[in-house]
């Protein structure tokens, strides 16, 4: 097997056509860099210099591998170079899982944003999931950081909280749910669409329990846009986190609930201990970026 110790001597010597230049040009002195020539063209069972009195000169098969070595060399300084920008977090890729709230809230655009911005060779895969399925990535290392409703309480998983936003009530426009306040009591029995897999079903048990009645569901869906798509279509009531109400269709009229405790959560979630610069990054930025604030009384 060739070094590239030997083609790099190579190339110094066929370039200046002269040993003692070349040697000067590597920082070795010549009767070495004289062998390693001669080590090179044994390998290769062929002459890559004639040489005469005061000077060398280049031979046909020495000129033809002038292209591969230089090739070969370029390659592997490049990969030297893109290694080290990779352990810095320069190159690569980070997978990230994201539900939509952290697009409604601003979180995850502003760090796109600047991702795209700072590290330009980074490969960017973007998995839109539910938080359970976005878990089971991260622990099995198909996705780097995951942006979810519900942070595990887990040892091998570090959490971030980003986002506590009241739930809000989306219903028809045309309905007469639309005007004046709403109390408990006006919605029991009333046709939901609930959203599976993002919301802490305990939390949400404990809510309708005190406000004293558990919502009739009729439809469930996996996001909350196609919630308010058919809240819209008049299919019923959805409860939404309060970032979708700037997203709503026309036909929608968002109504604040003051008395509903329950928040939705926004968390960043990725491995604890792991060492990565890249994710590091991104969850720096994740976390730095304003999240955009919904009006307070819709």
Do not use: C
Not at 15 to 29: D, K, Q
Not at 148 to 153: E, F, I, L, S, T
Not at 191 to 211: C, L
């Amino acid at each position: 097997m060739i070094e590239l110790r030997l083609l790099r001597y190579f190339l110094a010597v066929a370039e200046t056509e002269h040993v003692g230049r070349a040697a000067a040009r590597l920082h070795i002195s010549q009767s070495p860099l004289s062998r390693q020539i001669q080590q090179l063209e044994e390998l290769l069972a062929v002459a890559l210099f004639h040489r005469e009195r005061r000077r060398i000169r280049i031979t046909d098969a020495g000129r033809w591998l002038l292209g591969p070595a230089k090739a070969l060399i370029d390659g592997a300084d490049a990969l030297v170079r893109d290694a080290r920008k990779v352990g810095d977090g320069e190159l690569g890729q980070v997978a990230i899982g994201f539900v939509g709230a952290a697009l409604t809230s601003g979180a995850l655009p502003a760090a796109l944003r600047k991702l795209r911005s700072d590290r330009p060779g980074v490969r960017i895969v973007l998995r839109q999931l539910s938080s359970s399925d976005q878990l089971a990535q991260l622990r099995a290392g198909e996705l780097d950081l995951a942006l979810v409703h519900r942070a595990p309480r887990s040892a091998e998983l570090e959490s971030h909280a980003l986002l506590d936003q009241p739930y809000v009530l989306a219903v028809s426009r045309s309905g007469r749910l639309a005007r004046g306040p709403i109390r408990a009591p006006q919605l029991e029995g009333q046709p939901w669409i609930a959203v599976s897999g993002d919301v802490d079903r305990d939390r949400w048990n404990a809510a309708w329990d005190a406000a004293g009645f558990v919502p009739n569901v009729v439809v469930r869906v996996v996001e909350w846009t196609s919630a308010l798509a058919l809240v819209d279509a008049g299919v019923g009531l959805a409860l939404v986190p309060e970032s979708y109400a700037a997203a709503r269709p026309p036909g929608v009229a968002i109504r604040a609930l003051p008395w509903l405790r329950m928040t939705s959560r926004l968390s960043l979630v990725r491995r604890r201990g792991e060492r990565a610069p890249l994710a590091d990054a991104v969850t720096r930025w994740i976390l730095e970026a304003p999240r955009r604030q919904p009006r307070r009384r819709p």
